[in-house]
């Protein structure tokens, strides 16, 4: 399946009851955790679906849609420009991306190829993003190359170790025994990077685990009704079974180690001090300097 195949089906499954809850939940995580984060550049990657940077008050906030992304996004004249693909407005002139609102994307961009300068944005949002990617690791590492020491990535993404995963597991081994006529229950194609998995990409590229939470532990299914009824399950879940959430939510600090100088080390050792020499008298017996004659 294709990328833009992949992220029309994810899309088209967020519009289903299971999609909104999942919405929902990650909504109220990403606005707890961006709105007291400072900076001047942040920038979401993907999944318009969520307005992740509408807590947060840095000066500059960007909206990124990806080339293959969702049909439906409004897409005005485009211009492609080093690698991005820039919004113009009616005059045929580039809008100031920082301006335009973040349900109408800034740029359209690839996650493995991103058009920012090193260490140059201080929040980066990447709902389902690696999810979506063709080379989710890459993604990753292209996200620390632009962001700034300090900087922070929050991430969240489906969950496989979970009664949801479970769930998907069954469908696609009933398909592979021929019987197709139950769709699955998520997305058919896509990457589900395991919550485990993504720490450790996480430690290797610099980065430092601030916050970690699993959520939406209610079960798979496809009711509005009956999904409200275990709502129940989100307490219990969190207390009794935590690691098996149907979704995960992450936010990593990228940590820049350095050195501190203290100075040059200075040669503390002293120069010999030189012997004094005896002196032969006349009568040939050699005295000692230091005793009066």
């Not at 990650?26 to 993907?46: C, I, N, S, T, Y």
């Not at 113009?88 to 002139?93: K, L, N």
């Amino acid at each position: 399946m294709t990328d833009e195949a992949r992220i029309i089906e994810l899309t088209h499954w967020l519009e289903t009851p299971p999609g909104r809850y999942l919405l929902d939940w990650e909504q109220a995580r990403v606005d707890e955790a961006v709105a007291d984060l400072f900076g001047f550049h942040a920038l979401q990657l993907g999944l318009p679906q969520i307005d992740a940077l509408r807590c947060n008050r840095m000066p500059q906030r960007w909206l990124a849609g990806l080339p293959s992304g969702d049909p439906a996004l409004p897409r005005p004249g485009i211009e492609r420009q080093s690698g991005a693909i820039m919004l113009d407005t009616p005059d045929g002139t580039v809008a100031n991306p920082g301006l335009l609102s973040l349900r109408q994307p800034s740029l359209f961009c690839e996650p493995e190829a991103l058009p920012f300068e090193d260490r140059s944005l201080d929040l980066v949002v990447m709902p389902h993003t690696l999810e979506m990617a063709a080379d989710a690791h890459r993604t990753l590492a292209e996200v620390a190359r632009v962001l700034r020491p300090e900087g922070r990535v929050v991430i969240s993404g489906l969950n496989p170790v979970s009664l949801w995963g479970l769930r998907q597991r069954g469908g696609r081994v009933r398909h592979w025994l021929g019987a197709r006529e139950r769709p699955l229950f998520l997305p058919s194609e896509g990457e589900f990077i395991g919550y485990w998995r993504l720490r450790d990409w996480l430690r290797l590229l610099g980065m430092e685990l601030e916050i970690g939470r699993l959520g939406c532990y209610r079960p798979p299914l496809l009711s509005p009704r009956w999904l409200a009824r275990f709502g129940w399950m989100e307490s219990v879940g969190g207390r009794w079974w935590p690691v098996l959430g149907a979704v995960y939510f992450v936010v990593a600090v990228k940590r820049v180690r350095g050195m501190r100088l203290i100075g040059l080390a200075r040669n503390e050792r002293k120069a010999k001090q030189a012997a004094p020499a005896a002196v032969a008298n006349r009568q040939g017996r050699a005295s000692d300097p230091r005793r009066p004659s």
